[in-house]
């Protein structure tokens, strides 16, 4: 299985959507894309030709959808622990109220297999389980910062254990937590071998540190954003081997892509954060600093 780059997209500071993407967006399960501009605090879903459907609600840092069974879209927002649900109107309804439930903030909202919804914690380290209803069912502690949450093919919870530096995996019927990345220390080793003694970046003086996006495919393979080694690994489903798939060691936060480079080895990202994954393609975002950088589509070949 190899990659390679399909396109860049350069966005200006401002660009909410250009080229039918977002800087930072999310394809849904139901095949709908919904963009998210975290420090505009906006979200909308995109239509095939581009125009914007608006998602109303109050945001407060927005950071992830995901799409219930009923078709209801769901947006997390970190700032305020809040999660809203939006129906044909797509006007929002307030869902799970974070702040009440003693939430730090809010970080992803993903929808398991049986329709429930999972919500991690950020700074809090826990992960948070609740009815399509938004009542709690339970939640699971122990974890470090927590970047990010993803569901994989298999139904279950996968969890970036971000400053424990580790990649780790919930079973949504028994609560069992496993291990499945990482050594708990950083570095940038372990490529070629088994993702449990790979180690990921990270920088003390940094707000976020440790590695800060994960992204699962239809085979179960995971895609971490290495941050501070400025390269994308993939965690191989079925050997557990880690390897690099784009990026390099080397990134200049002031240097944009060049649109015709097609060697994801040889791409500039700065600072990996949101990464997205539908049908072949990764969709990695280059800066988390504000809405704007590149965003960089690369294909599976």
Same mark, same amino acid.
């Given at each position: $299985?190899?990659?390679?780059?399909?396109?860049?997209v350069?966005f200006?500071?401002?660009?909410?959507?250009?080229d039918?993407? *977002?800087?930072?967006?999310?394809?849904?399960?139901?095949?709908?894309y919904?963009?998210?501009?975290?420090?505009?605090?906006?979200?909308?879903?995109?239509? !095939? !030709?581009?125009r914007?459907? #608006?998602?109303?609600a109050? /945001?407060? &840092?927005? $950071?992830?959808?995901?799409?219930?069974?009923?078709?209801?879209?769901?947006? =997390?927002?970190?700032?305020?622990?809040?999660? +809203?649900?939006?129906?044909?109107r797509?006007?929002?309804e307030?869902?799970?109220?974070?702040?009440?439930?003693?939430?730090?903030? $809010?970080?992803?909202?993903?929808? *398991?297999?049986?329709?429930?919804?999972?919500i991690?914690?950020?700074?809090?380290?826990?992960?948070?389980?609740?009815?399509?209803?938004?009542?709690?069912?339970?939640?699971?502690?122990? /974890?470090?910062?927590i +970047?990010?949450?993803?569901r994989?093919?298999?139904?279950?919870? &996968?969890v970036l254990?971000?400053?424990?530096?580790?990649?780790?995996?919930v079973?949504?019927t028994?609560g069992?937590?496993?291990h499945?990345?990482?050594?708990?220390?950083?570095?940038?080793?372990?490529?070629?071998?088994? %993702?449990t003694e790979?180690?990921?970046?990270?920088?003390?003086?940094?707000? /976020?540190?440790?590695?800060i =996006?994960?992204?699962?495919d239809?085979?179960?393979?995971?895609?971490?954003?290495?941050?501070?080694?400025?390269?994308?690994?993939?965690?191989?489903?079925?050997?557990?081997?880690? #390897?690099?798939? %784009?990026?390099?060691?080397?990134?200049?936060?002031?240097?944009?892509?060049?649109?015709g #480079?097609?060697?994801?080895?040889?791409?500039?990202l700065?600072?990996? =954060?949101? $990464?997205? +994954?539908? #049908?072949?393609?990764? +969709?990695?975002?280059?800066?988390?600093? *504000?809405?704007?950088?590149?965003?960089?589509?690369?294909?599976?070949?």
């Amino acid at each position: $299985m190899g990659w390679i780059v399909e396109r860049i997209v350069h966005f200006e500071p401002g660009e909410f959507v250009k080229d039918g993407l *977002g800087h930072f967006g999310f394809h849904l399960r139901d095949g709908r894309y919904c963009a998210i501009s975290h420090e505009g605090h906006r979200a909308a879903l995109v239509g !095939d !030709d581009g125009r914007l459907e #608006e998602l109303s609600a109050p /945001f407060a &840092y927005p $950071m992830y959808a995901d799409v219930l069974r009923d078709g209801s879209v769901i947006v =997390s927002n970190f700032g305020d622990a809040r999660l +809203y649900r939006f129906d044909g109107r797509r006007r929002g309804e307030l869902l799970v109220d974070g702040e009440l439930l003693g939430l730090v903030d $809010m970080g992803n909202c993903v929808v *398991g297999a049986d329709g429930s919804i999972w919500i991690n914690e950020v700074r809090g380290g826990r992960i948070h389980h609740f009815q399509a209803d938004g009542s709690l069912v339970h939640s699971v502690g122990g /974890f470090g910062w927590i +970047y990010d949450l993803r569901r994989g093919p298999d139904g279950r919870i &996968y969890v970036l254990d971000s400053t424990n530096f580790a990649v780790r995996v919930v079973d949504p019927t028994t609560g069992e937590v496993a291990h499945v990345a990482g050594t708990g220390d950083s570095g940038y080793d372990g490529d070629g071998g088994p %993702a449990t003694e790979a180690s990921f970046g990270g920088d003390e003086t940094a707000r /976020f540190n440790g590695p800060i =996006s994960l992204a699962v495919d239809e085979r179960g393979n995971l895609f971490v954003g290495d941050k501070f080694n400025h390269v994308v690994r993939m965690i191989c489903r079925d050997s557990r081997v880690i #390897e690099t798939i %784009a990026g390099r060691r080397t990134a200049d936060p002031t240097r944009v892509n060049d649109s015709g #480079e097609r060697d994801p080895l040889r791409l500039n990202l700065p600072q990996i =954060s949101s $990464m997205d +994954y539908a #049908e072949g393609r990764l +969709y990695v975002p280059t800066d988390l600093a *504000g809405d704007h950088g590149d965003l960089c589509v690369l294909r599976r070949v």
